[in-house]
């Protein structure tokens, strides 16, 4: 069991924990192959406290984030605390699934080779595996518009999820979210794998597909599974001892 350290900033317990949640997951997205330089987002809401949420600070690659130097902004990305500058256009995209989605506490969005990909393919993620399964019909798609930084495109973003956790922002990639930090991480992690192997088993030629009637007994069988701490703890958790094996700091 990590050591923990006493917070090095001015703020509540909840969201001291919060930081050392998201800079881990800043870190586990690094040690995944994840990040992309300087740019790409995870926010999440601090617990508590109305309209405001944490983010990384920019010009930073994900290896430098952590608990200390992360952002904290409100609903229009405006600095409440911290002494690095936000990619504000970045964050447009994720204030419009907080504001309005009251459950939407962690947001992700990547750039990842093969997440893009899969985005660029005309019929997304296709049942070709046993993760792609888990995403069948639970995946939004939205059309290309360009760089997402215009406020008129929020509304059309939101109808584009419409009752789902994951929209993929097509010829640009995935945007995940979740009610904590280690449940939008897993459902990640599950769609990485995906997309990796959709683009392995493409590349062989003609994929063997799983018919409907299968998909909808692996999604029941998979939603009855409880796991200890809820959705992704136990993974997350494993993933934050690892990173601690390699380096500390992101607990700073």
């Known amino acids: 069991m990590a050591t923990q350290l ?3 900033i001015e703020c509540s317990d909840a969201e001291w924990e919060a930081r050392l949640d998201l ?3 800043y870190r586990i997205f690094d040690l995944l192959g994840w990040s992309e330089s300087i740019y790409n987002h995870i926010s999440l809401k601090v617990p508590g406290e109305d309209d405001a949420f944490l983010i990384n600070p920019f010009g930073l690659m994900y290896d430098e984030v952590c608990a200390s130097n992360l952002v904290k902004i ?7 605390s911290g002494n690095y500058p936000v990619n504000q256009a970045g964050f447009t995209q994720h204030a419009y699934f907080h504001r309005h989605l009251e459950w939407a506490h962690a947001i992700c969005h990547h750039h990842t080779t093969e997440g893009m990909a899969v985005a660029s393919h005309k019929d997304g993620l296709l049942p070709i595996g046993f993760y792609a399964c888990n995403f069948q019909g639970q995946i939004g798609y939205h059309d290309f518009e360009g760089v997402t930084v215009r406020p008129e495109e929020g509304e059309r ?3 584009s999820l419409g009752n789902k956790r994951i929209l993929m922002l097509r010829n640009h990639g995935p945007v995940v979210m979740g009610r904590t930090i280690p449940e939008m991480f897993v459902q990640t992690w599950a769609l990485q794998r995906a997309c990796e192997i959709q683009i392995a088993t493409l590349s062989q030629g003609e994929p063997v597909t799983v018919p409907q009637e299968v998909i909808d007994v692996h999604q029941r069988d998979i939603g009855m599974v409880n796991l200890p701490g809820g959705p992704g703890k136990a993974d997350f958790e494993a993933w934050k001892r690892k990173v601690d094996r390699i380096d500390r700091s992101w607990r700073d």
């Open 6 to 8: 006493k917070p090095r």
């Open 23 to 25: 800079a881990a997951c």
């Open 74 to 80: 409100d609903i229009d990305g405006k600095v409440l």
């Open 157 to 159: 973003l939101l109808q």
